[in-house]
């Protein structure tokens, strides 16, 4: 079983709609979750994390945890096209060395004007 | 204007070549990591360092080395030893107690 997973994609929305991207992992006692976008041929850009069950909002971005089912998720609300890009989550490992990461393979987002 | 710069942002390399990329950083972080991304892959921890002077072997350290002299810099030497070297790799660091990983722009390697 993969540790951090994710849907490829591409995910496809027209431009003012709600984005959802979904991701679990199998570590049950992972504590930390993180959201990170990424355009073509460029670097990750860390947009949200996100430590406690429930939700945390942050501008247009909605970070979801629900620890009891194992999945992350990331709301982006009126989306734009400049919202088109990957999107990876990251999961801290449990017991593992302080900050260290397991990145999803990501999910492509295509916002269409 | 605070930061991680990489350099260079390309590199072309022949194989059996030794390379070494450039990780420099002044956000003060303690915790410094490098990457590697292929296409549709996600990111693959090659080695990180919590302090200086001090690195562990990440998820597929073979074929890499590092060294960590300074606080702000971590360079990273692709060896010959490395199969398939040819990657996007991307420096990363933190604060020592904090996880939220801030990235680099990226070392675009090709070796032919």
């Known amino acids: 079983q993969k540790e951090v997973e994710q849907n490829s994609g591409p995910l496809s929305v027209p431009e003012g709609a709600i984005a959802s991207l979904n991701c679990t992992y199998s570590?049950?006692?992972?504590?930390?979750f993180f959201w990170y976008r990424q355009y073509s041929g460029k670097s990750p850009e860390l947009i949200m994390f996100?430590?406690?069950?429930g939700d945390k909002e942050d501008g247009r971005f909605t970070a979801q945890l629900n620890k009891a089912s194992q999945y992350v998720s990331l709301l982006i609300r009126d989306s734009q096209p400049s919202d088109s890009a990957t999107y990876l989550c990251?999961?801290?490992?449990?017991?593992?060395?302080?900050?260290?990461?397991?990145f999803g393979k990501g999910t492509k987002l295509s916002v269409k004007p | 204007d605070g930061g991680i710069t990489q350099s260079p942002k390309y590199l072309f390399r022949k194989e059996g070549q030794n390379v070494t990329l450039s990780c420099e950083q002044n956000l003060n972080h303690d915790a410094m990591y490098w990457y590697r991304q292929d296409p549709g892959q996600g990111l693959r921890l090659i080695y990180y360092?919590?302090?200086?002077?001090?690195?562990q072997k990440g998820d597929i350290a073979e074929g890499y080395s590092v060294s960590r002299e300074k606080k702000e810099s971590f360079p990273l030497t692709v060896t010959s030893a490395q199969k398939n070297p040819t990657a996007f790799y991307l420096c990363a660091s933190s604060t020592k107690q904090g996880t939220e990983q801030y990235f680099g722009p990226g070392t675009r390697l090709t070796v032919t």
């Open positions: 570590d049950r006692g992972s504590q930390s």
């Open positions: 990251a999961v801290r490992r449990y017991g593992g060395s302080q900050g260290n990461l397991i």
């Open positions: 360092s919590q302090i200086v002077n001090d690195f």
């Open positions: 996100i430590y406690s069950n």
